[in-house]
Every structure is written in C-alpha cells, then in structure tokens.
C-alpha cells in the first residue's frame, strides 16, 4: 500500500485565492482526518469523516475552510479565501479503527505559505 | 471538553542521557498512543496503550499508561542521535482523539 498520499506537497499562494489541499486514504480505513500544524499551535485537528459523513469539523477555524469527502477514496480542503495566518502544514491522516485499534496514519503534508 | 497537556516542550541531552516525556491527560482515557515525527516529517504512529497500569517496550523505548488511565509517559534510554524528534501524545476519550502539543528532543552527540 502507498500510504496517504496528499497533493500538492507544496503550495505557494497570494492572499484572497482559493486553495484545495487533497488527500487519498489508505484503501479499507474508514476514518480520515484533517490537521493543522504550526510552531505557535501545534497539531490541530480541523475536522473527521467516519464511511465519508463529516462527524465533527469544530476544529475548523472558520467559514473560509471546507472539507468534503465525496467518496471513500478521495477528500479535500478548500480554503477560500487564504489569508497569510492559514500559512501551516496540512496532514490528512486515515485510520481503520477497527475493534481497539485506532491508531492513524499521516500523510506527508502539504507546506502552504500565503503571501 | 478533554484536554492533554504534555510536558517538557523542549528537552536537549547529551547522547547516551535518557529522556523522559510525560502526557496527563483531564479526562480518563480509552486508550493512549504515542507518536514521533521527524524534523520536516508527519507524526508515525508507535503505540498503543490500552490497559490501565499496562507497560509495553520497544528496544530502548518504554511507554506507561497510568492507573487510573489519565497519563502516561514514554522513556529512552540511552537516546542516539536517531532519537532525535517530537514525541507527541494523543488520547481517546469517548470517541475523540486529542493530541498534546508534543516533546521535542535534541541529542547532542
């Protein structure tokens, strides 16, 4: 299995343009998350979908993010528009949770700077 | 709502110190996992702790869960410059998974 793959790696943006953070989970996990990471707050998780539902997004910081999962194999992050504090590291991480077992698997992130 | 608190923030040592970092969480956990991330790296999953009082081991790495499930720690012994990282903490609580801020190490060799 490749593991989490997000796209793009990097991205580089002006202030008030749209950016979409994607993220494909590793097949058969039904639980994928969203996380913010920087110096000042940490990892911060953003939102979760269980079977594709969003089951809590109270972590989102605003009404300029969104997140959908259309289907099992496929989710994004949108930001519109960006501002330079939406400046982080982005993880999407899945995990199967099945029986006690919970732990995730982080994709390798994607560094957005906005300018 | 459940907080994790994890401490030290930083911790430097000299190669062949052992290193201690400690997560206590406010609520009683389900269960506790430990993560590392490399620097310029995402966090990789290490453990998972589910028992009350339970004690695993990995090489030089031994991680703790409380007895009353609301902390626990992760210890080195002997720390390489391999271990060099943030440790971070998460904890299950009905359902929701939160993590602390993390341990970063430095090894000096």
């Known amino acids: 299995d490749a593991g989490v793959i997000q796209s793009p790696r990097h991205e580089v943006t002006e202030m008030g343009q749209e950016v979409t953070l994607r993220c494909k989970p590793i097949s058969g996990h039904d639980y994928l998350f969203w996380y913010r990471q920087t110096m000042m707050r940490g990892l911060e998780l953003l939102i979760y979908?269980?079977?594709?539902?969003?089951?809590?997004d109270s972590g989102m910081p605003e009404d300029r993010f969104s997140a959908k999962m259309p289907n099992a194999s496929f989710s994004t992050l949108k930001i519109q528009p960006s501002e330079p504090r939406d400046s982080a590291v982005y993880f999407c991480?899945?995990?199967?949770?099945?029986?006690?077992?919970?732990?995730?698997?982080f994709g390798p992130g994607t560094r957005l700077t906005v300018t | 709502g459940q907080q994790v608190m994890q401490i030290p923030q930083y911790q430097h040592v000299q190669e062949g110190e052992d290193f201690t970092t400690y997560c206590n969480s406010s609520?009683?956990?389900?269960?506790i996992q430990w993560y590392k991330q490399r620097p310029g790296g995402h966090p990789v999953f290490l453990i998972q702790l589910v028992k009350s009082g339970e004690v695993k081991k990995q090489k030089r790495l031994t991680f703790q869960f409380g007895e009353a499930k609301k902390n626990s720690s992760l210890h080195i012994t002997a720390t390489q410059t391999t271990d060099v990282g943030t440790y971070f903490c998460?904890?299950?609580?009905?359902?929701?998974?939160?993590f602390g801020a993390g341990t970063r190490l430095t090894v000096k060799p």
């Open positions: 609520t009683t956990l389900s269960n």
């Open positions: 979908f269980n079977n594709n539902v969003p089951i809590d």
């Open positions: 991480a899945s995990s199967p949770r099945q029986g006690r077992t919970y732990e995730q698997y």
């Open positions: 998460a904890g299950l609580d009905s359902g929701d998974m939160r």
